[in-house]
């Protein structure tokens, strides 16, 4: 067996278990994110129902305790409107995305994933990640699409290496 060959194999196995890893990984990190999108959205519900609480203590609403600090004449207290009204705003929003993160399909989640996702909780979700195993069959689907990426990654890599392996010895040796 030439060296090449050899090389040829081991590098088919190591890019087949990369995808591998990679895939196994993806449901992994998704995992990771919803229950940081759930802590979000727990602590602010938390902070809500403490301002609810406030509100209805002054006989209102939220909506009505939150207006009435967005039309006072002093700019603190407009300013403590529109940070509730944030909070709200936010609250909404990241509901909304963990809803729909949880109740999709594991075919259809990376897409719901990519479409709702929140950069800053995937940035603090991917610093604190940790690797794992995911035996579910969402795992495992994404595990087998990891084989088969990593192996058509190589394949395509080696023919482009070839060619211009090909085109490079033709160049320098126009006759072969």
Not at 26 to 48: C, D
Not at 88 to 101: D, G, M, P
Not at 122 to 132: D, L, S, V
């Amino acid at each position: 067996m030439k060296c090449w060959q050899l090389m040829d194999r081991i590098l088919d196995r190591l890019f087949v278990v990369m995808g591998a890893f990679i895939g196994s990984q993806i449901p992994e990190f998704m995992q990771q994110y919803t229950q940081r999108l759930a802590g979000h959205v727990s602590e602010l519900n938390h902070l809500l129902d403490g301002l609810r609480q406030v509100a209805a203590n002054s006989g209102k609403t939220l909506e009505e305790y939150i207006h009435k600090f967005v039309i006072n004449g002093d700019p603190d207290f407009v300013r403590q409107g529109e940070f509730m009204q944030g909070m709200v705003s936010r609250w909404q929003e990241l509901s909304q995305a963990l809803t729909h993160l949880t109740e999709s399909s594991f075919l259809g989640r990376p897409f719901v994933f990519f479409t709702e996702l929140n950069y800053p909780i995937a940035k603090a979700a991917f610093a604190a990640y940790q690797p794992g195993l995911n035996l579910t069959l969402e795992g495992l689907s994404y595990t087998g699409i990891g084989i088969l990426t990593g192996y058509f990654f190589y394949q395509l890599l080696s023919k482009i290496v070839a060619i211009g392996c090909r085109r490079a010895v033709s160049f320098i040796r126009p006759g072969v």
